[in-house]
């Protein structure tokens, strides 16, 4: 189901897969979530960088396409006497938040690189003179500390206008940013002893999303152990009761992240939020006024400061930015709430639509099962049909191939009296050669036998096989006289029997009454 102003159903598959993934990552809304994917030509990662980063407030190819061209200055000023416009000295007296960029650590493959082991035999004299020079050094730093401080110092700065992080020259082991912000917990323990401060153990990147996803101040805190008044400033304010009770009062929403600026990551930190003294606070938050995606500094809280301060100037940028992130909030929520009777509203739909189906399923299945059972039935009827006028038929074909009963004269004959399924005593003579299929053939034939159309020539019936449904049984004592035995009827029974006829059908037309 598409967004108001969106139509999913006209987008590619690949467009639609990455519409899903966006979507996944950002918790967007689709109607805010295509036109960006549209403008980033729907490249999943830059759209996402986007949204994190905050999209810049127009695209710099059209931004440039339309520019005017450029003018002298130098003749407008004469122009106008060096008097800059109102518009231009009012926008420059608008204050306007510092954006904050969301930094990436480097990634974990590429933390640290081990040293091949030829290249570490042929700078092995080279390691031993640094590492002789290093405790060299250090003696001196220990009988001479002020030596030691303008060294470090000298040191730091160095390191600084290269622009390289303190962790490439501190000796510090590079971490990947989990590891590290473990690392910097454990060391902060060590130091300064257990605390009741909420940090956040993860990268900055991490704490930077969870504080633009879930509205929150990110309180970014960056140390320097270089400075002297690092430990101090840590112990009195920092740790102090005021400023835990604040940072950990739920309230204020607020999300600790800390780190070394002897790290990698937290140098990098530094310098994109432009720190220039140490010890270093900031306190990030989302900018609706700005942008959707927008994260700006809110406040900056450079070098030592009292707890009271620290406090007032956290308070004063919470109450600044709170009203914007409410309406923010509230606006998600009910989005939320939409979203959230949408997806019932398809859940219903699609119940209804399954019960409907399976409604439809069952009735097809009945219908199909009627009908079936209705052809068996037809058949079953077709096949006693044809069963019945074959059973005639035959009836009449054997009947004209039975021999005529002997007459007076035979002297080798046997006779049978017959007690038929109707009750009705039949006795007759039958040659003493006879094979008892002949019996078995009179008494099926009788009916027959007894019309007037007894000798009509009839065809046999083509593929079809005629079975006895009775037997021959003698009473006292009871034998049965099967055909499959075969034999002669004087070998069977003897000159003369007295045989009751049975039926073995009986069981089949009593299923079939039930049916």
Same mark, same amino acid.
């Given at each position: 189901m598409a967004d108001a102003g969106v139509d999913i159903a +006209?987008?590619?598959?690949? +467009? +639609?897969?990455?519409l899903q993934q966006f979507t996944a990552v950002t918790d967007q809304e689709v109607k805010d979530a295509v036109p960006l994917l549209r403008r980033c030509e729907w490249n999943v990662q830059i759209a996402i960088a986007r949204f994190f980063d905050g999209e810049p407030a127009e695209d710099p190819i059209a931004a440039a396409a339309t520019a005017p061209a450029p003018q002298d200055t130098r003749r407008q000023e004469t122009l106008l006497n060096g008097v800059s416009s109102p518009r231009s000295s009012t926008s420059s007296n608008r204050r306007r938040l510092d954006a904050a960029p969301r930094v990436v650590p480097q990634p974990e493959g590429q933390v640290s690189q081990q040293a091949s082991l030829l290249f570490t035999i042929l700078f092995a004299p080279v390691s031993l003179i640094l590492s002789l020079g290093s405790r060299g050094f250090g003696f001196l730093g220990w009988l001479f500390p002020p030596l030691a401080r303008l060294w470090g110092r000298l040191t730091a700065s160095n390191v600084t206008r290269a622009g390289t992080? %303190? #962790? %490439?020259t501190s000796g510090r082991r590079p971490l990947n940013p989990r590891d590290n912000a473990a690392r910097f917990i454990r060391e902060f323990e060590e130091e300064y002893g257990s605390n009741n401060l &909420?940090?956040?153990? !993860?990268?900055? #990147? !991490?704490?930077?999303?969870?504080?633009?996803?879930e509205l929150k101040f990110l309180l970014v805190i960056l140390i320097s152990p270089e400075h002297d008044e690092t430990a101090s400033w840590i112990r009195e304010t920092v740790l102090s009761q005021e400023v835990v009770d604040f940072i950990r009062d739920p309230p204020n929403n607020i999300i600790l992240w800390a780190g070394n600026v002897q790290d990698s990551e937290s140098y990098s930190v530094s310098t994109s939020l432009n720190c220039t003294k140490f010890p270093f606070a900031a306190l990030i938050v989302h900018t609706p006024q700005v942008s959707s995606t927008a994260m700006g500094v809110a406040a900056r809280i450079p070098g030592p400061t009292s707890p009271a301060q620290f406090v007032s100037k956290l308070r004063q940028a919470i109450q600044a930015h709170s009203e914007p992130l409410t309406r923010v909030r509230a606006q998600r929520a009910e989005q939320q709430a939409? %979203?959230?009777? %949408? /997806? /019932? /509203?398809?859940?219903?739909?699609e119940r209804s639509l399954a019960q409907d189906r399976e409604r439809a399923r069952k009735k097809r299945e009945e219908a199909e099962r009627k009908a079936r059972e209705e052809k068996e039935a037809l058949e079953r009827e077709q096949a006693k049909e044809r069963y019945a006028q074959n059973l005639v038929q035959w009836r009449k074909w054997r009947a004209s191939s039975i021999a005529v009963e002997p007459g007076v004269e035979d002297k080798d004959i046997v006779r049978i009296s017959l007690r038929m399924p109707s009750a009705d005593r039949v006795v007759r003579k039958f040659a003493a050669d006879a094979h008892i299929e002949e019996l078995y053939a009179f008494v099926e034939c009788y009916d027959v036998l007894q019309a007037s159309d007894a000798n009509e020539k009839v065809a046999e019936p083509q593929g079809f096989e005629h079975e006895y449904k009775f037997q021959l049984? #003698? &009473?006292m004592p009871r034998e049965v006289y099967d055909l499959k035995a075969g034999g002669t009827i004087k070998e069977r029974i003897g000159r003369s029997g007295n045989l009751i006829v049975e039926r073995t059908d009986l069981g089949d037309e009593e299923e079939e009454d039930e049916e």
């Amino acid at each position: 189901m598409a967004d108001a102003g969106v139509d999913i159903a +006209q987008l590619t598959e690949d +467009q +639609q897969l990455a519409l899903q993934q966006f979507t996944a990552v950002t918790d967007q809304e689709v109607k805010d979530a295509v036109p960006l994917l549209r403008r980033c030509e729907w490249n999943v990662q830059i759209a996402i960088a986007r949204f994190f980063d905050g999209e810049p407030a127009e695209d710099p190819i059209a931004a440039a396409a339309t520019a005017p061209a450029p003018q002298d200055t130098r003749r407008q000023e004469t122009l106008l006497n060096g008097v800059s416009s109102p518009r231009s000295s009012t926008s420059s007296n608008r204050r306007r938040l510092d954006a904050a960029p969301r930094v990436v650590p480097q990634p974990e493959g590429q933390v640290s690189q081990q040293a091949s082991l030829l290249f570490t035999i042929l700078f092995a004299p080279v390691s031993l003179i640094l590492s002789l020079g290093s405790r060299g050094f250090g003696f001196l730093g220990w009988l001479f500390p002020p030596l030691a401080r303008l060294w470090g110092r000298l040191t730091a700065s160095n390191v600084t206008r290269a622009g390289t992080p %303190r #962790s %490439r020259t501190s000796g510090r082991r590079p971490l990947n940013p989990r590891d590290n912000a473990a690392r910097f917990i454990r060391e902060f323990e060590e130091e300064y002893g257990s605390n009741n401060l &909420p940090f956040f153990e !993860g990268a900055y #990147s !991490g704490a930077f999303d969870m504080a633009k996803k879930e509205l929150k101040f990110l309180l970014v805190i960056l140390i320097s152990p270089e400075h002297d008044e690092t430990a101090s400033w840590i112990r009195e304010t920092v740790l102090s009761q005021e400023v835990v009770d604040f940072i950990r009062d739920p309230p204020n929403n607020i999300i600790l992240w800390a780190g070394n600026v002897q790290d990698s990551e937290s140098y990098s930190v530094s310098t994109s939020l432009n720190c220039t003294k140490f010890p270093f606070a900031a306190l990030i938050v989302h900018t609706p006024q700005v942008s959707s995606t927008a994260m700006g500094v809110a406040a900056r809280i450079p070098g030592p400061t009292s707890p009271a301060q620290f406090v007032s100037k956290l308070r004063q940028a919470i109450q600044a930015h709170s009203e914007p992130l409410t309406r923010v909030r509230a606006q998600r929520a009910e989005q939320q709430a939409t %979203r959230s009777i %949408r /997806q /019932q /509203q398809d859940s219903a739909y699609e119940r209804s639509l399954a019960q409907d189906r399976e409604r439809a399923r069952k009735k097809r299945e009945e219908a199909e099962r009627k009908a079936r059972e209705e052809k068996e039935a037809l058949e079953r009827e077709q096949a006693k049909e044809r069963y019945a006028q074959n059973l005639v038929q035959w009836r009449k074909w054997r009947a004209s191939s039975i021999a005529v009963e002997p007459g007076v004269e035979d002297k080798d004959i046997v006779r049978i009296s017959l007690r038929m399924p109707s009750a009705d005593r039949v006795v007759r003579k039958f040659a003493a050669d006879a094979h008892i299929e002949e019996l078995y053939a009179f008494v099926e034939c009788y009916d027959v036998l007894q019309a007037s159309d007894a000798n009509e020539k009839v065809a046999e019936p083509q593929g079809f096989e005629h079975e006895y449904k009775f037997q021959l049984v #003698s &009473p006292m004592p009871r034998e049965v006289y099967d055909l499959k035995a075969g034999g002669t009827i004087k070998e069977r029974i003897g000159r003369s029997g007295n045989l009751i006829v049975e039926r073995t059908d009986l069981g089949d037309e009593e299923e079939e009454d039930e049916e």
